[in-house]
């Protein structure tokens, strides 16, 4: 691997055509096959080892509208995607792409802002590989959000849903972020979910929302990740909800699945920002992003203090070990 500019893509063959003008360049990278070996990661935390002195122990995700738990990050060092090696970049509207270094409540950590949807054509593998570039730099909790429509009849548009567990859909279709050779340096070949979601550290939120006196707004759930882009008919959302999903969006699961598989411990919460049409005639508005953006940045400043909280717990439990 090079250190230069990133495209991208690893171990594929290069487009050499002159289209830096080319609006469409960055879905013609997304869309390229990638082939992300253990060198080509290490590489990836390396270059950003080599420029920061932050040692992350915690790796934070963002969600959509969600950048500013970033915010109270002090000491900060930021990476656009653009400018890591063979970094994929985000091309969705609402989301930025950059890396932020720093600390949170004396903690080191590492948090994206933006983060890779299958429905950019990047392959799941993709989506969820700077979970491994975490990973290679030390991280060992991996902190995430999103933005996920409601199909609990409970939850109200701007609650939280701190995720129990998840049901992969997209695996059920055969697809993981898993699949491919195993290399097990990260992890085993067939590794196991049934504690996908670190109970300690939910019932830590629980405890927290208590504090904040949000608890009548915080639940507890379980979600799934769609493709996308578009959002569910009704007969889908009506289906999942059988199944006992309780919040549908387009990410995290293959997050928390190469996350799980490297041993990291895992906590995650979805703030509600649209209410899923179980009817045909239901008086809830149809999905659209702006709402979800919109819903996300007037819901930040709870979810940011909400993750702050826990991640001081996490600190204090670190000293004492
Ligand atoms: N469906 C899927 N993804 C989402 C939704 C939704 O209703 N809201 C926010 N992300």
Same mark, same amino acid.
């Given at each position: 691997?090079?250190?230069?500019?990133?495209?991208?893509?690893?171990?594929?063959?290069?487009?050499?055509?002159?289209?830096?003008?080319?609006?469409?360049?960055?879905?013609? !990278?997304?869309?390229?096959?990638?082939? &992300?070996?253990?060198?080509?990661?290490?590489?990836?935390?390396?270059?950003?080892?080599?420029?920061?002195?932050?040692?992350?122990?915690?790796?934070?995700?963002?969600?959509?509208?969600?950048?500013?738990?970033?915010?109270?990050?002090?000491?900060?060092?930021?990476?656009? &995607?653009?400018?890591?090696?063979?970094?994929?970049?985000?091309?969705?509207?609402?989301?930025?792409?950059?890396?932020?270094? %720093? $600390?949170?409540?004396?903690?080191?950590?590492?948090?994206?802002?933006?983060?890779?949807?299958? !429905?950019?054509? !990047?392959?799941?593998?993709?989506?969820?590989?700077? *979970?491994? *570039?975490?990973?290679?730099?030390?991280?060992? $909790?991996?902190?995430?959000?999103?933005? @996920?429509?409601?199909?609990?009849?409970? !939850?109200?548009?701007?609650?939280?849903?701190?995720?129990?567990?998840?049901?992969?859909?997209?695996?059920?279709?055969?697809?993981?972020?898993?699949?491919?050779?195993?290399?097990?340096?990260?992890?085993?070949?067939?590794?196991?979910?049934?504690? +996908? &979601?670190?109970?300690?550290?939910?019932?830590? @939120?629980?405890?927290?929302?208590?504090?904040?006196?949000?608890?009548?707004?915080?639940? #507890? %759930?379980?979600?799934?990740?769609? %493709?996308?882009?578009? &959002? #569910?008919?009704? +007969?889908?959302?009506?289906?999942?909800?059988?199944?006992?999903?309780?919040?549908? %969006?387009?990410?995290?699961?293959?997050?928390?699945?190469?996350?799980?598989?490297?041993?990291?411990?895992?906590?995650?919460?979805?703030?509600?920002?649209?209410?899923? +049409?179980? #009817?045909?005639?239901?008086?809830?508005?149809?999905?659209?992003? #702006?709402? *979800?953006?919109?819903?996300?940045?007037?819901?930040?400043?709870?979810?940011?203090?909400?993750?702050?909280?826990?991640?001081?717990?996490? @600190?204090?439990?670190?000293?004492?070990?």
């Amino acid at each position: 691997m090079t250190g230069k500019k990133a495209n991208g893509s690893c171990n594929v063959a290069k487009n050499t055509s002159n289209d830096s003008d080319n609006e469409n360049r960055n879905v013609y !990278y997304a869309m390229e096959k990638p082939t &992300y070996a253990y060198d080509d990661i290490k590489a990836i935390a390396d270059y950003l080892m080599e420029r920061t002195p932050v040692r992350p122990k915690i790796g934070i995700i963002c969600g959509s509208g969600l950048n500013s738990l970033a915010d109270s990050i002090t000491n900060t060092q930021s990476f656009d &995607y653009e400018n890591i090696p063979n970094f994929p970049v985000s091309t969705v509207e609402g989301h930025v792409g950059r890396m932020i270094f %720093g $600390y949170l409540e004396n903690m080191p950590v590492m948090a994206m802002q933006g983060r890779f949807h299958y !429905y950019e054509g !990047y392959p799941l593998a993709k989506c969820s590989m700077p *979970v491994r *570039v975490m990973k290679l730099m030390g991280v060992q $909790y991996l902190m995430a959000t999103n933005a @996920a429509g409601g199909l609990n009849p409970k !939850y109200k548009v701007g609650d939280i849903m701190i995720m129990r567990d998840h049901i992969n859909m997209m695996g059920f279709a055969g697809n993981s972020p898993l699949q491919g050779p195993n290399d097990p340096r990260f992890g085993p070949r067939f590794p196991p979910m049934t504690n +996908a &979601y670190n109970a300690h550290l939910i019932s830590v @939120a629980h405890k927290m929302a208590k504090e904040m006196g949000i608890s009548h707004e915080v639940h #507890e %759930g379980v979600y799934t990740c769609l %493709g996308g882009p578009n &959002y #569910e008919t009704v +007969a889908e959302l009506k289906m999942l909800r059988i199944l006992g999903v309780d919040a549908v %969006g387009m990410s995290t699961v293959h997050e928390v699945i190469t996350a799980r598989h490297c041993d990291m411990t895992v906590f995650a919460f979805s703030l509600i920002t649209n209410i899923g +049409a179980l #009817e045909y005639d239901s008086s809830e508005d149809e999905a659209n992003h #702006e709402e *979800v953006v919109m819903v996300g940045k007037s819901r930040q400043s709870i979810c940011g203090q909400l993750m702050c909280r826990v991640i001081k717990e996490i @600190a204090k439990e670190c000293q004492t070990k």
